[in-house]
């Protein structure tokens, strides 16, 4: 229904098959997302589509992404917020940070972290493994080598569809963050979008429609 409403209508306008899936394994997602795209391209053969992975678009399952051959109109995607324990600190829809409850520096250490797995087994490992760990921008571009390493083995583009940091984060860490991501996105040449606009715990923009911090309009806006 989509692709034949919007036929008509170009480059300004993306189709996203879906957003941040989440199953066992890619194989029943891979299998759905190659149906619709040859379902769209039977009636679009031009229309740009953005192909993200499972597990909430995480950037480590874009290895396991069925790339679709000799279509170079699809733009693959993931979704940045590493490490998850910085960028969701206190988020209440997220077990671990609600109960984890520090404020986190950036670039910093996570404080208390290595009492708080001790307390709670069933978090650790994986990516909350950081009671060690200094956070930083070496640290940030460690997480995006799966990205690096999927555009050179495939040859494709990628984009980053969503990354952020929560309002609870002190905002020179919010900033500092930004800029780190950012930079290291552009070098990658990775397009990105910030998330997100308004309010929402990661807004640029207050209720009011005030910008919350020049600064990091800025480091976001840049090209």
């Given at each position: 229904?989509?692709?034949?409403?919007?036929?008509?209508?170009?480059?300004?306008?993306?189709?996203?098959?879906?957003?941040?899936?989440?199953?066992?394994?890619?194989?029943?997602?891979?299998?759905?997302?190659?149906?619709a795209?040859?379902?769209?391209?039977?009636?679009?053969?031009?229309?740009?589509?953005?192909?993200?992975?499972?597990?909430?678009?995480?950037?480590?399952?874009?290895?396991?992404?069925?790339?679709?051959?000799?279509?170079?109109?699809?733009?693959?995607?993931?979704?940045?917020?590493?490490?998850?324990?910085?960028?969701?600190?206190?988020?209440?829809?997220?077990?671990v940070t609600?109960?984890?409850?520090?404020?986190?520096?950036?670039?910093?250490?996570?404080?208390?972290?290595?009492?708080?797995?001790?307390?709670?087994?069933?978090?650790?490992?994986?990516?909350?493994?950081?009671?060690?760990?200094?956070?930083?921008?070496a640290?940030?571009?460690?997480?995006?080598?799966p990205?690096?390493?999927?555009?050179?083995?495939?040859?494709?583009?990628?984009?980053?569809?969503?990354?952020?940091?929560?309002?609870?984060?002190?905002?020179?860490?919010?900033?500092?963050?930004?800029?780190?991501?950012v930079?290291?996105?552009?070098?990658?040449g990775?397009?990105?979008?910030?998330w997100?606009?308004?309010?929402?715990?990661?807004?640029?923009?207050?209720?009011?429609?005030?910008?919350?911090?020049?600064?990091?309009?800025?480091?976001?806006?840049?090209r």
């Amino acid at each position: 229904m989509f692709a034949k409403r919007y036929r008509d209508k170009r480059d300004q306008l993306w189709f996203e098959l879906m957003n941040e899936v989440v199953d066992a394994t890619s194989e029943r997602w891979n299998r759905l997302a190659h149906r619709a795209i040859e379902a769209i391209r039977a009636i679009d053969p031009e229309r740009i589509i953005v192909y993200g992975g499972n597990h909430y678009n995480s950037i480590d399952e874009l290895r396991h992404i069925e790339l679709v051959p000799h279509d170079e109109r699809i733009i693959y995607t993931f979704h940045f917020y590493k490490p998850h324990l910085f960028t969701h600190q206190k988020a209440s829809w997220s077990e671990v940070t609600k109960l984890y409850n520090h404020t986190i520096s950036y670039p910093g250490r996570f404080p208390g972290l290595s009492e708080f797995l001790d307390g709670h087994p069933e978090f650790g490992g994986g990516e909350n493994d950081l009671a060690n760990t200094f956070m930083d921008k070496a640290l940030l571009e460690r997480y995006l080598k799966p990205a690096a390493e999927f555009m050179e083995q495939s040859g494709r583009k990628l984009y980053c569809g969503e990354y952020g940091v929560i309002d609870e984060a002190p905002l020179t860490s919010r900033i500092g963050w930004h800029r780190d991501v950012v930079d290291l996105l552009r070098k990658l040449g990775i397009g990105r979008a910030c998330w997100s606009y308004k309010e929402m715990n990661f807004g640029l923009v207050n209720k009011a429609g005030r910008v919350i911090d020049p600064e990091l309009v800025r480091i976001v806006s840049a090209r």
